[in-house]
C-alpha cells in the first residue's frame, strides 16, 4: 500500500494557497471536476513537484441497485491515468434510482445516501465494486459516508459491513472518522465499536472533516473547522494502526491558509499522539490487528454476485426512498419522517449551492431571491439530468411559471436560458412550444 502522508483536498478556490502549503504530501481532487485533457495548472505543477494526487469519485453510485455505467467507469479511469494516481476512491452510497430495473421514473439525489446494512444490498454492493475493480487501472479504495437516515430492519453494524465487504472483494477502504462522528451523533453509532470491528490492514487512508450540529443533527459540511470529536477519533484510530494517509477536507466557507495549515497541524498531532498509545501498547504486550506500516495480508476473495431478484428489490426500496425525499411521495414504512424532512431539506439545499457554482449567473440574475426561488423549484421538481440540466430546468420554470414580471431581471434569465439551451436533446415539440411561450412573454 502507497504510503501518503498528510494531505488537504485540492480546490480551484484554494489552489494557490495549496501551493504554497508547506508539509503537503498528497493531494485529492474531485474526479468529476476535472478533465484529462485540461488539467489545472495548478495540479500540473503539484505532480512535477511529485506530489501525489489521487481523483475521488462522487457519481458511481456503487451502492445503488445498477450496475455501475461503464461510462462513468471509463472517465474515472482516464483521470487515475491523467494524473499518474496510485489508488481511486469513491463512495459507499446510492446517489440515482428507478429507471428499467423497477419501471418506475429515473431519479437523481445530487448526493451520497445511506444503503442498507442488509445482506442483499452487501451481496449488490460486492458485486458492483468487483465491477468498477475490473474497469479500473489502480486499486479502488472506497468510503463510509455520512448519514442523516437510518434504514429500518439492519442486520450488520457499520464495522461488520464494512469488514465483509473488504473481506469478499478485497477492496481498500477510506475511512472518514468525520463520518463515524456523523453517524455516531444521528443514529448513536459507537465510533470505537466500528473501528474494532474494520479490517484496519486494509485501510488506504483516512478523511477528516468538519461540520455542525443543528436541532441535534450533525451536518456534515465539510465547511467548518474540524471538531475535536473527530480528531479524537483519529488518534483512536491511529492508536490501532498506522494510517497510509490522512487528507484534511474542506469544500465551503474556505478559511485563511494559515487556519487551515493549523488544521493540518492539529491532525498531524492526533496522528502521533495514537503512535504513542500504539507504541505504549505493543510494548506492553498486547497484539495489534494489522501490520505496523499499514500493510494487508493477501486475501483469498470468494466469488461475488447479486441475483436480478436481489437488485430488484433493493432497486425498489432505494427509489421508494429517493422518491420520498426529492419528489414529496409518502415516506416509506419504518424510515424516520423527522430525519426524512431533514435529510429532503439539505438534498434541495446542496442542490440549491451546487446549481449556483455550475451556473453562477442565476444567483447574479436573480440577486437575495434566488435561493428561496429555487428552493420552491426543487420541492416539486426532482433533478433529472445532473446539475447544468437542472439550472436550465431552474430558469425554465421561472419563465413559464409567471413568477416573474416583465422587466430587467426577466429579460436577462430569458436571455441566459436562450443562449444555453439550444444544443440540449429535447422533444423538438417541446423545445418549439417553449420558444413560443418565451417570444410571446
Not at 479500473?136 to 455520512?146: D, F, M, T
Not at 478523511?207 to 480528531?231: I, K, N, Y
Not at 470468494?302 to 432497486?315: D, F, I, K, S
Not at 439545499?349 to 423549484?377: N, Q, T
Request: hydrophobic share 40%.
Amino acid at each position: 500500500m502507497t504510503r501518503l502522508g498528510t494531505g488537504i483536498g485540492w480546490r480551484p478556490e484554494i489552489a494557490d494557497a495549496v501551493e504554497r502549503m508547506p508539509g503537503v504530501d498528497w493531494v485529492e481532487v474531485v474526479a468529476e471536476n476535472v478533465c484529462p485533457g485540461h488539467l489545472p495548472d495548478s495540479l500540473l505543477r503539484l505532480r512535477e513537484r511529485g506530489v501525489t494526487v489521487v481523483p475521488h469519485g462522487v457519481s458511481l453510485g456503487l451502492g445503488g441497485a445498477d450496475r455501475p455505467d461503464a461510462g462513468r467507469l471509463t472517465a474515472l479511469a482516464e483521470r487515475a491515468e491523467a494524473l499518474g494516481s496510485p489508488l481511486v476512491t469513491e463512495h459507499i452510497a446510492f446517489v440515482r434510482a428507478g429507471g428499467p430495473l423497477t419501471a418506475s421514473p429515473a431519479l437523481e439525489a445530487g448526493h451520497l445516501l445511506p444503503v442498507p446494512r442488509t445482506r442483499d444490498a452487501l451481496d449488490v454492493l460486492c458485486e458492483n465494486v468487483r465491477i468498477a475493480q475490473e474497469a479500473l487501472p489502480v486499486p479502488l479504495a472506497v468510503e463510509n459516508i455520512a448519514a442523516l437516515i437510518a434504514w429500518p430492519g439492519e442486520e450488520l453494524t457499520e464495522g461488520q459491513f464494512l469488514y465483509e465487504l473488504a473481506d469478499r472483494t478485497g477492496v481498500r477502504l477510506l475511512i472518514d472518522v468525520a463520518n463515524l462522528h456523523t453517524n455516531h451523533v444521528n443514529r448513536g453509532e459507537d465510533p470505537a465499536k466500528a473501528l474494532a470491528e474494520l479490517p484496519l490492514e486494509a485501510i488506504a487512508y483516512v478523511h477528516v472533516a468538519g461540520g455542525f450540529e443543528r436541532d441535534g443533527v450533525w451536518h456534515d459540511s465539510h465547511a467548518h473547522p474540524v471538531p475535536r470529536p473527530v480528531l479524537d477519533i483519529l488518534t483512536d484510530l491511529a492508536s490501532r494502526v498506522s494510517p497510509p494517509g490522512v487528507l484534511l477536507e474542506r469544500d465551503e466557507n474556505f478559511p485563511e491558509p494559515a487556519d487551515l495549515e493549523r488544521e493540518l497541524a492539529s491532525i498531524r498531532d492526533a496522528v502521533r499522539e495514537g503512535a504513542r498509545i500504539r507504541t505504549v501498547s505493543e510494548t506492553s504486550g498486547a497484539s495489534g490487528t494489522a501490520d505496523s506500516d499499514g500493510t494487508a495480508p493477501v486475501r483469498s476473495h470468494v466469488p461475488v454476485g447479486a441475483p436480478e431478484a436481489v437488485r430488484q428489490r433493493l432497486g425498489l426500496a432505494q427509489a421508494a426512498l429517493l422518491s420520498a425525499l426529492v419528489a414529496g411521495t409518502p415516506a416509506p414504512e419504518g424510515f424516520d419522517r423527522v430525519r426524512l424532512g431533514v435529510q429532503a431539506r439539505s438534498l434541495a439545499a446542496k442542490r440549491a449551492d451546487v446549481v449556483a457554482k455550475v451556473a453562477p449567473e442565476l444567483p447574479s440574475i436573480l440577486g437575495s431571491g434566488y435561493r428561496s426561488a429555487f428552493l420552491a423549484y426543487a420541492q416539486g421538481h426532482p433533478m433529472r439530468g445532473g446539475y447544468r440540466q437542472d439550472a436550465l430546468d431552474f430558469a425554465e420554470r421561472l419563465l413559464l411559471g409567471g413568477q416573474l414580471e416583465e422587466g430587467r431581471v426577466r429579460r436577462e434569465l430569458r436571455r441566459w436560458w436562450l443562449d444555453r439551451s439550444g444544443p440540449a436533446p429535447r422533444p423538438r415539440s417541446r423545445w418549439a412550444r417553449v420558444g413560443r411561450a418565451l417570444a410571446r412573454r
